[in-house]
């Protein structure tokens, strides 16, 4: 044995990259795993932490304008429908998921990256 099992798969160029820890493929979609700072000075993606991803959004979380707020970036930096954004677990947490029909996970990774920079 040469110890291959440990060792990172390098990704000749035409495949896709490998995703990080807060990205998860579907058939119909993918889902994010966010950790969202409400009352932040400007809405903006930030770094991942961990397994998540780092978001901020102005909005207070009352009366969900938090999760609106977040749909409604997230629907712009990923340049789809807000209705194809959904909240699917942590309405009330700080660590959400959100699900995006109809993206691709290399697409969704690539539009996160552009909108990082």
């Known amino acids: 044995m040469h ?3 440990n060792q990172k798969s390098v990704s000749s160029p035409g ?3 490998e995703l990080p820890a807060f990205l998860t493929p579907h058939a119909d979609g993918v889902t994010l795993a966010i950790r969202l700072q409400p009352r932040a000075s400007r809405n903006e ?3 991942p932490t961990g397994p998540e991803l780092r978001i901020k959004v102005t909005a ?6 938090a999760n609106e707020a977040l749909i409604r970036l997230l629907a ?8 194809d954004v959904v ?3 942590g309405h009330t947490a700080r660590s959400k998921v959100i ?3 109809s993206l691709s996970a290399t697409d969704a990774l690539t539009r996160l990256r552009a909108a990082h920079r």
């Open 45 to 47: 993606i930030g770094d």
């Open 76 to 83: 712009e930096t990923l340049d789809c429908s807000r209705r």
């Open 99 to 101: 699900k995006i029909f």
């Open 3 to 5: 110890g291959r099992k």
């Open 15 to 17: 495949e896709s990259p």
């Open 87 to 89: 909240l699917v677990h």
């Open 60 to 65: 207070p979380p009352v009366d969900a304008a």
